[in-house]
């Protein structure tokens, strides 16, 4: 037992330090604005970030792949209006649509951005850019730049509906959590997208296939994505052509805040909970206190590169403190309590 809570301990390692920033500002914002802790509040944040944190869990595996997604904000804005498109013309019914508007955005990601970068081995920022830009364009031209009102049971039972007095979008988020941890944890598919992202050339040659694993990937982000957009028109009840241009940079930087290596091979979905949950914490934070939009961007900037800039001190103390002793050990004169706990990952082969 007690080496089973000290492996626990020592996995927090990469994302202890927004874990502790996170628990800061609940107490913070706890004593500043009673109204903070209340469990209308705690709902209100969880599905204000449904869609982030969703889009999260897809991009965490991107990010260990050793790639990046800027596209996620424009495959969910068309696969919402996609969703509403077809709802609107009553011949289909809303859970079959929704499957469908789910599946559109994993093909979307796997087709456009999975086999440029897992096939043609072309630029995930100039791939993921150019689809972005692409299908910006597309989601004006198909709604005439016009919102799309669309009302349906199914949607709203997913997006909106009370389980129990609770949202339903905070059951989905949990669902999807749990379902990503095993995939990572559990699954040939979640090993070999670590594999690939250590080392694309060491991972081919030792017989995955890199080039399926990173269209899966992208297919699996894209997924994400449409699932995030249904809940979004659920929320608003309707599809906007605008594109939300802080759901990519913001779920990167969740995953980065998580501990998720940006060089790939290390990372895990735990770790991105809490950096989603410090973005909507702080956000929801900030509005309570009377904090204006404008210095709202300011100050989420600066926590979050003190936040990740922390980490990496962190992380790097880690490695430097592991060679040393691997050194000394070598030479027969590192004494036994010098051992330290260096987490995995922390010098990939690229």
């Known amino acids: 037992m007690k080496r089973f809570f000290s492996d626990t301990w020592a996995s927090t390692r990469a994302f202890r ?17 009673p109204g903070f802790r209340t469990a209308l509040n705690i709902q209100n944040i969880l599905s204000s970030i449904a869609s982030l944190w969703i889009v999260s869990m897809g991009m965490t595996l991107v990010l260990v792949s050793g790639g990046f997604d800027l596209s996620v904000g424009s495959i969910s804005t068309v ?34 951005n999975g086999i440029f970068v897992g096939v043609f081995r072309l630029s995930v920022f100039v791939v993921t850019l150019a689809s972005m830009t692409a299908l910006t364009g597309v989601a004006l031209i198909w709604t005439n730049t016009q919102s799309v009102y669309v009302t349906n049971s199914a949607i709203n039972a997913m997006s ?42 060491a991972a081919r040659l030792s017989g995955i296939r890199t080039n399926r694993t990173l269209i899966a990937v992208y297919a699996v982000v894209g997924a994400c994505a449409g699932l995030g957009g249904v809940i979004a028109v659920g929320r608003t009840g309707a599809a906007v052509p605008n594109v939300d241009p ?39 934070g900030l509005n309570l206190i009377g904090v204006g939009s404008a210095w709202q961007y300011v100050v989420t900037g600066v926590i979050l590169l003190v936040s990740v800039l922390g980490a ?18 070598q030479r027969g004169t590192a004494p036994e309590a010098c051992a330290v706990d260096v987490p995995a990952g922390g010098d990939s082969d690229k």
């Open 17 to 33: 330090p927004v874990l502790g920033v996170v628990i800061f500002l609940c107490i913070l914002f706890s004593i500043w604005q």
């Open 79 to 112: 696969s919402g209006i996609f969703l509403a498109k077809v709802v609107a013309t009553g011949h289909m019914p809303g859970p079959l649509a929704i499957i469908l508007a789910i599946i559109v955005a994993a093909v979307i990601g796997g087709v456009l």
């Open 160 to 201: 909106v509906s009370r389980v129990g007095g609770i949202q339903t979008p905070i059951f989905v988020m949990i669902v999807v959590f749990i379902l990503f941890l095993f995939v990572q944890k559990r699954t040939y598919f979640g090993r070999d997208i670590y594999a690939t992202g250590g080392s694309y050339t």
């Open 246 to 284: 802080n759901l990519a940079l913001q779920s990167v930087a969740a995953v980065l805040l998580g501990g998720t290596a940006l060089t790939g091979g290390y990372g895990s979905v735990v770790g991105t909970i809490f950096g989603a949950l410090f973005i909507g914490i702080l956000q929801n």
């Open 312 to 329: 990496r001190v962190g992380a790097g103390r880690g490695r430097v403190a592991g060679r040393l002793i691997k050194a000394l050990q």
